[in-house]
């Protein structure tokens, strides 16, 4: 499957990041060597001062910060950086402030067994909601969760999804569910590894 190339959406590996360290790291590293595509920045797990990006390496920055939905200062904090650097915020409507009406944004959603909205219907909502693309994570691997994985990107061609499940199991997962055609996929670097749990070592991939 081909995704449309939307503005700031990322194709390969976006690699996640919590510190300053490895935001640096990231943007040393050649993109076409790691199929890089771009960078998450989770603000709400950061350590240290405000994240310093450089002037830029041609890569997608997507922008996290789960659970500001009831902080308008770190929402405005969020929406200022991105609107700085030209990026795409990650939005969870349960725990998150919306994006400004003229800032592109990603719906994102990790379901549990209690999440009352299908896959498929959520995609609907991230449609109508003004999202570019969705990211559906499904709860631990199951064979069920597995074939919702695969075939909910293929649903609706003309609208990027990325869909893999969680947890430690769901590395694998990740790893095919890029190479299976999804835009892209989350990995992070193995100079820290106790920082995001459950996501493949980019280095290892292609080691």
Same mark, same amino acid.
């Given at each position: 499957?081909?995704? &449309?190339? !939307? ?6 590996? =976006?690699? %996640? #990041? @919590? +510190? ?30 405000? &994240?310093? !990006? ?6 997608? =920055?997507? %922008? #996290? @910060? +789960? ?30 402030? &919306? ?109």
């Amino acid at each position: 499957m081909t995704s &449309p190339q !939307l503005p700031n959406l990322p194709s390969g590996w =976006v690699v %996640v #990041t @919590d +510190r300053q360290s490895v935001l640096d790291r990231i943007q040393q590293i050649a993109p076409e060597k790691y199929h890089l595509g771009g960078i998450e920045i989770r603000l709400d797990l950061w350590h240290g001062g405000q &994240p310093e !990006l450089a002037p830029q390496t041609g890569l997608s =920055v997507l %922008v #996290t @910060d +789960r659970g500001g939905l009831d902080s308008p200062q770190r929402s405005h904090q969020r929406d200022h950086f991105c609107q700085i650097h030209g990026g795409l915020i990650d939005v969870d409507p349960v725990t998150d402030a &919306p994006a400004p009406a003229h800032q592109p944004w990603i719906f994102s959603s990790h379901r549990t067994e209690s999440t009352e909205m299908s896959p498929q219907q959520q995609v609907e909502q991230a449609r109508e909601m003004g999202a570019i693309a969705a990211k559906i994570v499904m709860p631990e691997v199951s064979e069920e969760n597995l074939r919702i994985a695969r075939e909910l990107p293929q649903s609706a061609p003309d609208f990027p999804i990325v869909c893999f499940c969680a947890g430690e199991l769901g590395t694998s997962d990740r790893i095919r569910a890029l190479d299976a055609g999804q835009p892209w996929g989350y990995a992070r670097l193995g100079e820290h590894p106790h920082q995001i749990p459950g996501l493949p070592i980019l280095e290892s991939l292609y080691s």
